[in-house]
């Protein structure tokens, strides 16, 4: 067992002092690369928190809607981000071919997962644009 602070913890303990002790001591000119770094920061700390399970998920659906069979390797983190990079590929060519056109049988379960990994991936690099949307869609 870790001790704490675990790694997510650290990161979000060192973006708070960049954020609210050494960015000021910055000369202007390299705050904007401090805020990004932060920012970073803070996308790494929200990825550790969810683990892999996202991208495998991504995976399996995406070749469930491409018709094919997920790979024997899909625990290996290079080895789904190498699928999921093949299966794009494959997606982007039946887009371009006009299979997934509406009207086509797979239109609406392609709309469907695209908009969904849109929103995980908004989630995990900008949550409260995600926040203020479905508050001003609650309005």
Do not use: W
């Not at 190498?82 to 006009?98: D, E, H, K, M």
């Amino acid at each position: 067992m870790r001790d704490r602070p675990d790694g997510a913890d650290l990161l979000a303990i060192a973006r708070q002092v960049l954020r609210e002790d050494l960015i000021e001591a910055l000369p202007a000119e390299r705050r904007y690369e401090a805020l990004m770094a932060a920012n970073a920061m803070a996308i790494a700390s929200r990825q550790l928190a969810v683990g892999e399970a996202p991208e495998l998920d991504e995976l399996k659906r995406l070749a469930k809607l491409l018709g094919v069979s997920v790979p024997t390797d899909a625990g290996n983190r290079d080895a789904v981000r190498n699928s999921l990079s093949a299966l794009y590929a494959r997606l982007c060519s039946a887009i371009r071919r006009g299979q997934m056109d509406p009207g086509t049988p797979d239109h609406a379960e392609t709309h469907a997962f695209l908009v969904d990994v849109a929103r995980a991936k908004v989630a995990e690099s900008n949550p409260r644009y995600l926040e203020s949307q479905t508050a001003s869609a609650g309005s």
